[in-house]
Each structure stands twice: as C-alpha cells, then as structure tokens.
C-alpha cells in the first residue's frame, strides 16, 4: 500500500520545498494539499466537522503554487489536490495550471476534486449552490476537451470552449482524477461518468460503500481494475491499514498536523512505520 500524506499548509507552517523533500527521503508516496482561496468572516455555513473553524483554513497557501515548488524539489513524490474546489476556478485557466504542472512534474500529478461545503465563499466566486456538482462535471468536461491531442471544441450546459491549440498536455492525456465527498448516488454516478476513483474523507464506511461503488462503475461499462478508492485525510491506527488493504485499497493520504516544522517531522517519523 502507497502511504502519501497531506496537510494544511499555510503562511506559519513548515514549507511546501521543506516538507516535500522530507517526504521523498522517507519514501511517502505522495502529497496532497488542500484548496479554500478565502473565508468571509460573516460565515452562516457551518463547519463539517462542528465547532469553530480551524484558523488554517483562512490561511491556506494556493495549492498550485505550492505543489509547483514541490515539483521542482522532488523526483518521485506524487502530487495531487485534496481537494481542488472546481466550481471556483475558471476551466481554461485551470485547464493550463493542471496541463503544466503535470507536464513539468514528469506525470506525477492527480486532480481531487470536490464540490465545497461553504456557501459564502462559493457565492464570491458567482457560484450557484445548488447547481454547483453539475457546473464541476461541466468544468472537467471542457478541461479534458483542451487536454485532447488534436485541437476539440466543447460545449457544455455552464460554459463551452472553441476548437483550440492548448499546450502542454497532461502526461496520459489528462490526469488521474479523485472526487471527494460522502457516499451516495449522485456521488457514485458522478465518479463512474467523468473521473478515475472516489477520495473519501476519514474513511468510514468503507467497507459498505465501496461495493456499491464498484457496482455502479461496473454498470456504467467502466474497468473494475481501473477504480481507485484513495481514503483522505486519515489519522492512522491499529488494524485500520489493514482493514483498508483487505478491501483492495492501493493508497491511503493521511493527515499531518497544519504546525511547524519541527512537529510536522515529529508526526512523520511516527507515520513512517507505516511505510
């Protein structure tokens, strides 16, 4: 099993170069990061996981950017979102940002997605809640257009693009792409249509979930060997790699602690026995 690790890195934490090459030298598979451009202070939408909201969600560094420093520090460390709020971001540009980081990282970039929990800091981005999954499969759909060989055309309910030259590609024509978020049916047809696995957050459940999943990406024609179940932002204990491992799960992501460096290498050496 891959064992790769993400955290929230901010402004006051360890480096996005620091911890990179901390992470290739312990032989961590990979390194997601997280996405929220801002936080409006007069919030109504309640934090997920209850109580107040950590102070690093209003700090979090832009993930491109820093998996771009990442990038040019490390050799075999994947690099991913965890995820990218894709309803927020304009395709075409975001389209570029993912073509060239991958291009420029040797393939080793993978695209979580996910649709947001706070409605205020999507409405800033002009977004409609209630719309806001079916504007992301839109998104992709147009970003996988540009990432074609030859120059495609796409026209989509939310937005479309003209038949283009759009360089560079992504390595594989277009990266392995995760969607986040809790189990359902709306979920599930979303993964079997338009990406390459599920990033579930926590990793509960699993293992009621994940046959439901495979029945559904199975009936959509797709390959059962070629779903990917990554669990997300886990915090390791006794039997529960294990338990992952018997479900046929490749790659856990577990959580790192949003602190300095010193701590943040503290939790490391404790997660690389692990490995």
Not at 13 to 18: A, D, E, G, L, S
Not at 38 to 55: F, K, N, S
Not at 133 to 151: K, S, Y
Not at 206 to 214: A, K, M, N, Q
Request: hydrophobic content about 40%; overall charge negative; aromatic content about 8%.
């Amino acid at each position: 099993m891959r064992i790769s690790a993400t955290i929230f890195l901010t402004d006051e934490t360890i480096t996005p170069v620091r911890l990179a090459q901390e992470l290739e030298q312990r032989g961590f598979a990979g390194l997601y990061l997280p996405e929220h451009t801002h936080i409006p202070v007069g919030r109504e939408t309640d934090y997920p996981a209850g109580g107040e909201l950590p102070r690093e969600y209003g700090r979090t560094l832009d993930p491109f950017v820093a998996l771009g420093q990442a990038a040019a520090v490390t050799e075999r460390l994947g690099l991913g979102t965890g995820i990218t709020l894709i309803a927020q971001h304009d395709p075409i540009d975001l389209a570029k940002q993912i073509a060239t980081l991958d291009h420029l990282s040797g393939g080793r970039f993978t695209l979580g997605l996910g649709f947001g929990w706070n409605k205020e800091e999507a409405a800033d981005h002009g977004v409609e809640w209630r719309t806001r999954r079916e504007l992301g499969r839109d998104r992709v759909g147009l970003m996988r257009a540009l990432w074609a060989n030859e120059p495609t055309s796409y026209e989509g309910e939310f937005g479309s693009v003209r038949a283009s030259e759009a360089h560079p590609k992504p390595g594989g024509g277009a990266p392995r792409i995760l969607v986040g978020g809790a189990a359902g049916p709306k979920l599930f047809a979303d993964i079997a249509g338009y990406a390459d696995g599920w990033m579930p957050i926590g990793g509960r459940g699993l293992g009621e979930s994940i046959p439901v999943l495979r029945e559904v990406w199975e009936t959509a024609g797709r390959d059962p060997k070629r779903l990917h179940v990554v669990p997300y932002a886990v915090l390791p204990s006794a039997g529960k790699l294990e338990h992952y491992a018997g479900l046929g799960i490749e790659e856990v992501v577990l959580q790192l602690p949003p602190a300095s460096e010193r701590e943040v290498l503290h939790t490391l050496d404790t997660y690389a026995e692990h490995l």
